[in-house]
């Protein structure tokens, strides 16, 4: 692979640079804005000092011509520590939903030394044969089939096929609120300038390296799983919990592949008790 240019990460930060630092990194064609600026807020408020970023072809950040991205997961986790360094912090708490969960943990067992803790929230254990677990529903992926049909230059079309996948993915707990979620997403569009690139995403190969070494991970481990989640059902988060040593899991009852504002508080509790133990 041709090496390319360091891509320009944008960053937002909350609270006290003098308390604990929280590294958030979000998942697939999610900007920042997906770890919404309430709950960065209520996590400062209790005392950590909370960064969120845009990944690569995401927001505001650098983004690469559709199809063909030239950069791997690996160099996803390097932007993590490209972020650390641009705020002076040296080891922070790291927390990841989703793809950006499977970052966190690159970053966790490429740069073990920069992390305090982890926190993996609905996602799957990297390195690891999880066929034998349940897979993503089949009502999701019939949905998820139906994004080959957008026109994802297409801001109508692609506004409403998100609208349908949060409701796809959402709680089973909590009523969806199709307002607010359409009013975030086409802010998210409209930052972002689209979401053509973001859909690069799913193409990244990297993380082979670590085939079979999870247990090597030495940062403590917080596993958050909703119980309905169709994308990595409960299974997934047991057996990232059953990978480590120590490691606590947190069942959000009826959740989906969501941060749903009902469950920040049982969310932020639980990431902070584990920043405080760790």
């Given amino acids: 692979m041709t090496a390319i240019e360091r891509p320009e990460i944008i960053s937002e930060a909350f609270g006290d640079p003098g308390n604990p630092p929280l590294l958030l990194i979000m998942g697939a064609m999610a900007s920042m804005l997906w770890?919404?600026?309430?709950?960065?807020?209520?996590l400062a408020d209790a005392g950590l000092f909370?960064?969120?970023y845009d990944n690569r072809d995401t927001g505001r950040s650098t983004k690469y011509g559709p199809g063909e991205p030239p950069y791997t997961f690996d160099?996803?986790?390097?932007?993590?520590?490209?972020?650390?360094?641009?705020?002076?912090?040296?080891?922070?708490?790291?927390a990841g939903m989703s793809m950006g969960g499977m970052i966190?943990?690159?970053?966790?067992?490429?740069?073990?030394?920069?992390?305090?803790?982890?926190?993996?929230?609905?996602?799957?254990?990297?390195?690891?044969?999880?066929?034998?677990?349940?897979?993503?529903?089949?009502?999701?992926?019939?949905?998820?089939?139906?994004?080959?049909?957008?026109?994802?230059?297409?801001?109508?079309q692609v506004v409403?096929?998100?609208?349908?996948?949060?409701?796809?993915?959402?709680?089973?707990?909590?009523?969806?609120?199709?307002?607010?979620m359409r009013a975030f997403i086409e802010q998210d569009y409209d930052r972002s300038g689209g979401l053509l690139s973001a859909t690069n995403h799913f193409m990244l190969k990297g993380g082979d390296a670590w085939k079979g070494r999870l247990h090597e991970m030495a940062a403590p481990l917080l596993?958050?799983?909703?119980?309905?989640?169709?994308?990595?059902?409960?299974?997934?988060?047991e057996a990232q919990a059953e990978a480590a040593t120590g490691a606590r899991i947190v069942r959000i009852e009826g959740g989906g592949h969501e941060l749903h504002p009902d469950d920040w508080t049982e969310i932020s509790a639980a990431i902070v008790a584990h920043v405080q133990a760790g």
Avoid at 35 to 42: D, E, G, S, V
Avoid at 109 to 136: E, F, N
Avoid at 160 to 177: N, Q
Wanted: aromatic share 4%; net charge negative.
């Fill in 35 to 42: 770890w919404p600026q309430a709950l960065c807020r209520k």
């Fill in 50 to 52: 909370v960064i969120r």
């Fill in 75 to 94: 160099d996803m986790a390097g932007d993590a520590m490209h972020v650390l360094d641009e705020h002076n912090v040296v080891k922070a708490h790291v």
């Fill in 104 to 156: 966190a943990q690159l970053v966790a067992l490429k740069h073990p030394s920069r992390v305090a803790s982890l926190t993996v929230i609905s996602s799957s254990p990297v390195g690891t044969d999880t066929s034998h677990l349940p897979q993503t529903s089949d009502a999701y992926i019939k949905h998820s089939a139906e994004g080959a049909k957008v026109d994802w230059s297409d801001r109508g």
């Fill in 160 to 180: 409403d096929f998100i609208v349908r996948d949060a409701r796809a993915i959402a709680s089973i707990a909590h009523p969806f609120d199709e307002t607010r």
């Fill in 223 to 237: 596993v958050i799983h909703g119980t309905a989640d169709p994308i990595f059902p409960i299974e997934h988060g």
